[in-house]
């Protein structure tokens, strides 16, 4: 059964920084950040793929930063200059593209208010 930990968010002043951590229980050739808020659906934060091409939404290029390790399966996600427009869950996506199959974490909240 595959598995994606997140860990990170919490609250935190606008201009702030936080980071979110991702390990999965196996090996993904992409591995990113989605975020969704009440009333709106779930939207692209950036993604790396395991040859590290990465992809960013227009409103967190220059401010938010994905890496990942590919030993140990796990992708983060660096936040700074964090704004209140910010403020979602942010969900760690895993995407196999031999078999089309996509996979969730649980999410965790993600707060920027002062």
């Known amino acids: 059964q595959v598995q994606l930990v997140e860990s990170g968010g919490g609250l935190v002043q606008p201009g702030g920084s936080l980071s979110l951590s991702c390990a999965a229980s196996r090996s993904f050739y992409v591995m990113g950040w989605y975020r969704q808020t009440p009333g709106k659906q779930r939207e692209l934060v950036a993604t790396v793929t395991s040859s590290v091409n990465t992809n960013y939404a227009d409103s967190v290029k220059g401010r938010f930063t994905i890496s990942r390790d590919n030993t140990n399966n796990t992708v983060s996600l660096q936040m700074n200059s964090l704004k209140p427009e910010d403020t979602a869950v942010y969900y760690c996506?895993?995407?196999?593209?031999?078999?089309?199959?996509?996979?969730w974490g649980q999410g965790t909240q993600v707060t920027v208010s002062s």
């Open positions: 996506y895993a995407y196999r593209p031999f078999t089309k199959s996509t996979y």
